[in-house]
């Protein structure tokens, strides 16, 4: 079958970035539903009609009780066989900023030996303190399995976030640094080098760790926003619209799946 | 009792916020806090079993960082500790998604009395802090014990006490009902009246109240009804509010008597109606794309052939004073709110805000019960931050000036742009209609004493007893999920009539719309609470946030009320609108209040008011000697009001959506603050919108005329830099204006009231010079201070706003120069116009005179000025401008360093032939703040095309752009600046960097 891929994006409660994501996913080739999460709640078995799944950015539950907390409760609480069965499908999941907190939160990232429900690593509050907004430079490894980055390189990215500190344990570390599941760093623009120090590491994050894949690269997140990317004149300097091959990239991986 | 959880991060995890609060406990307060870790505090109002507690312990705490336990965690090592949590009442939004993930961890809802409420712990470790100290930081860092509590604990005092467990409930058990209150004493008597009550009304609105319960006919319908002959206090409050200077704008719409410095007379019938409406009147006739001005929640104005642009600024002063925080998240999410009740309901585009304080620096003494401006601005900023992030919302345009007289009173503006489509249902988007039997349907959050007089008390000056009830404070997630539940509902056409609860409450909004049926039928016993214990008159006036009113006609109800339940969002029937020509105001089965809607909207006395006008005499600064200005610039681009305030806007979201072009800031390093922003309003259009805006407090010690007349043109200017057309600038003024009513406290009422005058004055005749209609504004009109026994009045205050339309945003033009070589224009006439400028407000308080300001004010040629946009507008079309950038504060010489350390580049540059050069001193051709110029470079290839644009118009070559970053700048033979790239840049950031 050579229809275009229909990805499902979750609204509701505070996160915010359905307009963009939409319009990301749809310039790559994909078609889109946005649902309330309360929708794919009272009808869980629909997710199973898409092909792609993502958790955007924004505000769930205002970040109370820390990022991503309580949207994560909720679908762990509800969703837990769904997701099970949707990611075992061979699907993708993809979430950005607040929907990589999500994932982190659920346990769907690291998702180390398949398993997808237990926390791992934590995205903490910022280094330095405070919600910030500006550009930053980072790099997709070639190593990494994650289908959104395959051929990916450099790239220029917006964040917006205040707890965007990657945290694991020594062990987890070890073992996500192992498989390639570090699929994307914060870079000093100069060296194009992991960041250890802000601004270009703009939070704090061991191993300059921007974004995260599980070990079959189908689950993805990161910080940086590539839906706030798609334009040239979306960069500062005029110079962007490179996120939109993140969305390409997954879309051709799932023409060809 | 309630159950007590505490979460704690693992020792191992860092603690941002214990670490930030030691921070400025160091930096702000001097306090010797060597550490600082923190918690949080759930009191779990609800009986949970052994089982379901251990559940929600679990859910409560981060598995890989953080722990929980019921009671208490053991403490770390700690000197002080202290509590913060919530007094009885306050919005507690924590709590209220603690109860929300209650509910999902163990499937069940609570009930009704059964709640969550928060607090945080610090534990501050540091030997050589006092308990003075600790009680320091709790009152001045971390509480305001208007709004929380603030209890602090030695160890020993910590272990002795028992864990609280009492939640900070309003369980009051007082019967609702309306009482009378008898006008019949004499004029003292009514005085009392409405000062006890805070009503506001002057003698004269007292009266007229009196008098129309009087009427026979009013008599025998109130008598019908069963209300008794006095009037009750449910009417006397909701027509205080609706006829308070907030809402029915008194002053603007007074006649005034203006007599002019030589003694002539002049009588004005209503500022508003002689100066804005007529100016936008006259503008309308060669304007075709107004839609909606000055009727609405919003202006509205044609952007494509699918969407109006609709926009909004208010102001949020007197909260902001009050709960800097609250007040300043409420100003935000409330003028949101204004533009989802525009039209049948806008979707948010941007958002804009500005603030006036003191400075952050002031270390004199600060008027008893008001706030240090520090932490004003502090908690400002947080508000509004926090505000617009978590609605989603991008924000495009910031700016802050800072004056001493800010002390009294901050202002805060707030400003939203919103988008409607054209058309919905087959009908124009515009239209708000209100039949007789629609339900009136209140959705959002619920009603509690929030903001309970906010309308009349704003409009009065800041005194001790000021209450506390007039903060409120916002929840920007039940709003945002309110948003989305209406754009649903709007879009399947659920509702008829839409409007925000704003000011006043339920008063204003169904008192508005009941206008557009005819009546309305108002039952207040319906209305969800948030606690019980509210009288009517309460529940009528509460300006509880996140609430809007709906006409719903009946045969929607089932469907609109079955989406909100499945959003989660309350929506409640509580009466139909009608056309029987009053509101009636029930609670349940009895009615407490009935007012004719011509006497609740047009009863209200004109106010008659004095104004005369006598220009001040200021005293001009000592000039220097001649010489070189490095130092001079250096020291502008460090002053407050110049200085870059990148530190704390890069903690606004300006990206969400994805929409920017031209961000807030710009260039090489992304630290060049924009003349204006650009966006785009679709995704796959090209179309976009430019935002901008013109302040200037200062130039009111001099002539409000002059003030306005700058004001505009900077606003206007900004817009056409950043490659706007005249044809397509719309405009919003917000006035902000010390109390101009003469009386025993305001014995100089009619000097300010002239310098309104004045300042309408130059409003009206530049929007029509230049064709720019003001499509919405607003009025705050008593920003003073009387407490401590001092009296501080704000300077006259004009923010005027612009929003112009590009076709095609890709051609936008921004200030940073973009390549050696480029040649640099100064374009548009210098003069000797520094009066109140930054540079004689340097000089000034250099000298140790801070009122020696004097000078000639910028005037405007705006005939000149016109041709002058013309031809800029022009250039950016042809793809000339590799950059401009319109001088403001500091002059040309500020402009010129600035737009250098934009493209990290430098300039080569001799202003002596800048345009009105020949025969003006060296100072003034430098920091001269002379209106309508503009920096703008060009290709060297195309340098010819530019000049013939700008045949017989004033511009001049100026230099050339510079590979090497270094600022040279000459008039002639004359040296006057010669300095790094870098040392500008340092200059323009330190000032607050870190604040």
Known sequence: ?257 | MAIRLEVSLNPSIPDARGRDTAARARRFLRAPVSSCRTRDVYLVDMPLSPAELARVRRAFADPVTARAAAGRLPPPKFDWLIEVGFRPGVTDNLGHTAREAIADVLDREPGPREGVYTATQYFLLGPKLARADAGRIGRDLLANELIQTCRVFSPAEWAAAPPDTEPPVIRETVEPRARPVDLGGPDEELLRISREGVLSLDLGEMKAIRDYFARPEVRSAREALGLPAAPTDVEVECLAQTWSEHCKHKIFAARIRYVDVDGREEWIDSLFKTFIRGATERVARERDWLVSVFTDNAGIIRFSDRYHLAVKVETHNTPSALDPYGGAITGIVGVNRDLMGAGMGGELVCNTWGYCFASPFHDGPVPEGLMPPRRIRDGVHQGVIDGGNQSGVPWMRGFERFDERFLGKPLVFCGTVGRIPCALQGRPSERKEVAPGDLIVMCGGRIGKDGIHGATFSSEELRKESPAQAVQIGDPITQRRMYEFLIEARDAGLYRAITDNGAGGLSSSVGEMSRLSGGADLDLALAPLKYEGLQPWEILLSEAQERMTLAVPPEHWDTLSALARRRDVEATALGRFTGSGALVVRYGDRVVGRIGLDFLHDGCPRLTLEARWTPPAVPAPARPRAGARTGVLLDLLRSLNVCSKEFKSRRYDAEVKGLSVVKPFVGARADLPADATVMRVEHDRDEGLILADGINPFYSDLDTYAMAASVVDEAVRRVISAGGSLDRIAGLDNFCWPDPVLSEKTPDGPHKLAQLVRANRALYDVTTAYGVPCISGKDSMKNDSVRGGKKISIPPTLLFSTIGVLDDVRRAVTPDFKQAGDVIYAVGLTRDELGASEYHRLLAARQGRPGAIGGAPPGLDAALATRLYRAIGEAAQAGLLRSSHTPTLGGLAVALALAAMGGNLGADADLAAAPGAAGLDDDALLFSESNSRFVVTCAPERAGELEALFRDLPCARAGTVTAEARLRLRIGSRRKADVSIDRIRRAFKETLDGF
Not at chain 1, 4 to 10: A, E, F, G, K, Q
Not at chain 1, 48 to 68: C, T, V
């Open chain 1, 1 to 257: 079958m050579v229809s275009d891929p229909s990805i499902l994006i979750l609204t509701g409660h505070g996160l915010n970035c359905e307009a963009e994501s939409k319009y990301a996913w749809e310039r790559a080739g994909a078609r889109t539903k946005l649902l309330h999460f309360n929708d794919l709640l009272a009808e869980p078995r629909s997710l199973h009609d898409h092909a792609g799944l993502m958790f955007i950015g924004g505000f769930s539950y205002g970040d109370h009780m820390g990022s991503g907390h309580v949207m994560a409760l909720r679908a762990r609480h509800r969703l837990r066989e769904d997701l099970e069965q949707f990611i075992g499908a061979g699907k993708l999941v993809l979430g950005v900023c607040n929907g990589f907190q999500i994932l982190v939160k659920l346990g769907l990232l690291p998702g180390l030996d398949g398993d997808y429900f237990t926390p791992r690593a934590a995205l903490l509050p910022n280094e330095g303190g405070v919600f910030q907004n500006f550009w930053v430079r980072v790099r997709f490894e070639p190593g990494s399995p994650c289908v959104f980055t395959r051929g990916l390189e450099f790239m220029d990215l917006p964040i917006r976030h205040g707890e965007g500190r990657f945290f694991a344990p020594p062990d987890v570390l070890a073992r996500i640094e192992a498989g390639g599941c570090a699929a994307c760093r914060y870079v000093d623009p100069a060296t194009g080098e992991p960041a250890t120090k802000f601004p270009h590491n703009p939070n704090g994050s061991v191993n300059a760790i921007a974004g995260l894949c599980d070990p079959t690269g189908r689950v993805f997140g990161l910080m940086p926003h590539p839906e706030a990317n798609l334009h040239r004149e979306n960069h500062p300097r005029w110079t962007g619209g490179d996120g939109l091959m993140l969305f390409q990239s997954a879309v051709a991986w799932l023409r060809k799946a």
